[in-house]
């Protein structure tokens, strides 16, 4: 269970309000796709919500641990054990293999076994490739893939398509919606494509740092089936 309870957010010293009383319940287990245009403070929720950055006010719990009341260090720890990154943009060391970046995640939380996780986002051929050598598509399948190497309780995803060509887009998607399928994980997806939101169970759709609608999909449809 994630648990916001009055969140605000600001920068330049309080000048720019980001999040405007945020409060918001999601279960263990759900696809929540949060919607809005850019500057309307998606990211900014993400990143408190995943423990990358602090609110300014408020609380929020995650796997019935606090985090507002966690310092810098414990932080760290939290989104270790608990939590899976997927960016738009790669951040792949580019002076490793495909294997090595992915091991990375599985290292930071002993995971021996994550061949079948490279198996099934058919990566296996691809694993002594650099990340120059690879598409962008193929780039953002062993960001997946690296983050599932975690074992995360969340996975958390910041435009994970906003750079990939329609059928790319396409293929990426149904990736990560199958494998949420496969392993049960919580997971939050940011996004300004409303055709995307079709594919989650829950929808929270943002506009000028607050929350202003939050509904959920009877029939999700599949990442073949929406517009693009």
């Not at 287990?29 to 998606?42: E, H, P, R, T, Y």
């Not at 507002?68 to 260090?73: A, F, M």
Request: charged residues 25%.
């Amino acid at each position: 269970m994630i648990k916001a309870e009055h969140i605000f957010k600001s920068f330049n010293n309080g000048i720019t309000e980001v999040l405007k009383d945020i409060s918001l319940n999601i279960s263990d287990g759900d696809f929540v796709v949060i919607l809005g245009a850019s500057g309307s403070g998606k990211s900014t929720l993400m990143n408190v919500l995943s423990g990358l950055e602090q609110a300014d006010k408020g609380k929020i719990t995650v796997n019935e641990q606090e985090l507002t009341t966690l310092n810098d260090k414990q932080l760290t720890e939290f989104r270790k054990n608990n939590i899976g990154f997927v960016f738009q943009q790669y951040y792949l060391l580019p002076h490793l293999n495909v294997e090595s970046n992915i091991k990375l995640g599985a290292d930071l939380v002993k995971n021996h076994n994550y061949a079948e996780i490279i198996e099934s986002l058919g990566l296996t051929d691809k694993i002594k490739k650099h990340p120059s050598e690879l598409s962008g598509g193929e780039q953002q399948r062993v960001c997946i893939a690296r983050a599932l190497a975690k074992k995360p309780s969340v996975l958390f995803l910041d435009e994970p398509t906003g750079a990939l060509d329609e059928a790319t887009g396409r293929d990426v998607l149904d990736y990560i919606i199958k494998e949420k399928e496969r392993h049960g994980f919580t997971m939050i997806m940011v996004t300004h494509n409303q055709n995307i939101a079709e594919t989650a169970h829950t929808v929270i759709k943002m506009n000028s740092g607050k929350i202003v609608e939050i509904h959920t999909n009877n029939k999700q449809k599949t990442a073949r089936e929406i517009g693009w």
